[in-house]
C-alpha cells in the first residue's frame, strides 16, 4: 500500500563521500520534493520537480542535486556530504504544486 | 508566500478536545490552508485542508474565519497517540507561478494519560 517509498531509511555516509537517497511514487503525480529537516526543526525545501522541470530554492546549497529520470523516481545527490549535512531527508509528491503532499517515512542520514 | 504563526506547544489529557490556532494575516486571495501531523522520525501526514467556513473528516475539523487571517484545528478527544507535531501551511494549490508550501515552526501537542 505503500505510496511515496524512500530507501534507504537509515544511511550512514562518511565526510565528503558522495551519497545517493532515492524516492519512489505509486501516485503517479506531476511533482515531486526533497526537504531536509534536521533535529526539532521544520522541514525546509530544498527543490522539486514538476514534471521534468527542476525548480531549486535560492538558499540550497550546490552541494545538493536531484535527478527525476521518470515520473516514478527521484533521487537525492549529495555531492560532498559535510557534518552538518546530518539530517532527515523527506521526499513527498503532489498531484498538483502546492496541493496536499503524501510524504514518504524519510531516510535518516548520518555523517562520519 | 504568506507567513504562518502557531503556538510552540500545548499540552492537554486524553478525551480533551484540543483546538491549535495558526495565524496567516497576509493569506492571498488563492491560498488554501492546509494542515499536517508529524510523528518523531516519520513523514508529515496530511490532515486535512480548507479555504473558508467549516471542513471535517474522520480525524478533525478546520475552522476559517471570514476574514481568514486565521484558522483553527479542532482533534476532538484525543488520545495518546495524537501526541506529535502539528503544522499549519498556507499556499495555492495548482496556482501560477511558484506556490510550494513552507512549513513554520509546528505545534508540539503533548497528550498525557
Known amino acids: 500500500d505503500a505510496m511515496v517509498i524512500q530507501n534507504p531509511r537509515y544511511q550512514v555516509t562518511q565526510f565528503g563521500k558522495p551519497v545517493t537517497l532515492s524516492c519512489s511514487q505509486t501516485l503517479n503525480h506531476n511533482v515531486m520534493y526533497w526537504y531536509q529537516q534536521k533535529s526539532s526543526q521544520a522541514p525546509k525545501l530544498l527543490f522539486h520537480y514538476y514534471d521534468k522541470d527542476f525548480n531549486n530554492e535560492a538558499d540550497t546549497p550546490d552541494n545538493f542535486q536531484s535527478r527525476r529520470p521518470n515520473t516514478s523516481f527521484c533521487f537525492l545527490d549529495i555531492r560532498s556530504p559535510g557534518l552538518g549535512d546530518a539530517a532527515m531527508y523527506l521526499c513527498?509528491?503532489?498531484?498538483?504544486?502546492?496541493?496536499?503532499?503524501?510524504f514518504g517515512s524519510g531516510t535518516r542520514l548520518t555523517v562520519v | 508566500l504568506a507567513k504562518t504563526t502557531q503556538p510552540i506547544s500545548m499540552d492537554s489529557y486524553e478525551g480533551q478536545e484540543v483546538n491549535i490556532t495558526c495565524s496567516h494575516n497576509?493569506?492571498?486571495?488563492?491560498?488554501?490552508i492546509t494542515w499536517y501531523q508529524q510523528f518523531p522520525s516519520q513523514g508529515p501526514r496530511f490532515i486535512i485542508q480548507g479555504y473558508k467556513t467549516k471542513v471535517t473528516n474522520e480525524v478533525a475539523s478546520l475552522f476559517i474565519p471570514a476574514d481568514r487571517k486565521s484558522s483553527t484545528l479542532s482533534l476532538p478527544r484525543v488520545s495518546l497517540s495524537d501526541t506529535a507535531v502539528y503544522y499549519c501551511l498556507v499556499g495555492a494549490p495548482g496556482g501560477s507561478g511558484y506556490s510550494t508550501l513552507t512549513f513554520g515552526k509546528g505545534t508540539m501537542l503533548l497528550v498525557s494519560p
Open positions: 497576509n493569506i492571498a486571495t488563492n491560498d488554501y
Open positions: 513527498a509528491t503532489s498531484r498538483v504544486l502546492g496541493g496536499g503532499y503524501t
